[in-house]
């Protein structure tokens, strides 16, 4: 099983419409969450990080469920911008005491006007 | 504000040549990574740096060199490249390591012919 895993998409969705994706992960003892954006041929830029509380920043929502070891990401009132892939990041300390960050494969997001 | 840099954007070299990527950043953040971008992979860690002449092997360190004389450059250097070794590789830096919002560099496309 891969240490994080995502549905690759892509997703196509009209603009305006709501779109939800999630991202599972296989540590349990994972410590930070995250979702980065990197559009086409461009660096991945941070979107948000991810709290036990769940988390929102305008249209963009964050929730992350422990029991079941996943984070998702909701996107409300999608724009045309909002095309890009989503990858989900996960932060763990190992059994051998050091940090680990693992990227997921990114879920492709297209917004269709 | 140059935030980071890389060079060069794009390089063809050819197998069994020595190659050397820069990264430079202007934020003095501590932290510094490396990662290649494959398809059907995640960004993987290569490198990183805590701090100057602080290095440590990430995920896929083999045929990978690093040095960090100055907090501000951290250079990667394959030392004989090998096809595996085409990839899109990305510098980041962070403030305090892997559980913190990392800034990526724009990239640095490689082939290895």
């Known amino acids: 099983r891969k240490e994080v895993e995502q549905d690759p998409g892509p997703f196509n969705v009209p603009e305006g419409a709501t779109v939800a994706f999630n991202c599972t992960y296989s540590?349990?003892?994972?410590?930070?969450f995250f979702w980065y954006r990197q559009d086409c041929r461009k660096e991945p830029k941070l979107l948000m990080s991810v709290y036990s509380s769940g988390n929102e920043d305008g249209r963009f929502t964050a929730q992350l469920n422990r029991a079941s070891q996943y984070i998702s990401l909701l996107i409300r009132d999608s724009k045309l911008s909002d095309s890009a892939t989503y990858l989900c990041v996960v932060n763990y300390l190992s059994n051998f005491g050091n940090e680990k960050l693992t990227f997921g494969t990114g879920t492709r997001l297209t917004i269709i006007p | 504000d140059a935030g980071i840099t890389q060079s060069p954007r794009y390089k063809i070299t050819e197998t069994g040549r020595q190659v050397t990527l820069m990264c430079h950043q202007t934020?003095?953040?501590?932290?510094m990574f490396w990662y290649r971008q494959d398809l059907g992979h995640g960004l993987r860690l290569i490198y990183y740096?805590?701090?100057?002449?602080?290095?440590d092997k990430g995920e896929v360190p083999d045929g990978y060199v690093v040095s960090r004389s100055k907090t501000e450059n951290f250079p990667l250097t394959l030392e004989s490249a090998t096809r595996s070794q085409t990839s899109v590789y990305f510098c980041a830096s962070s403030q305090t390591g892997l559980g913190d919002e990392q800034y990526f560099g724009p990239g640095t496309r490689l082939t290895v012919t």
């Open positions: 934020w003095s953040h501590s932290y």
């Open positions: 540590n349990s003892a994972s410590q930070s």
């Open positions: 740096s805590a701090a100057a002449d602080i290095t």
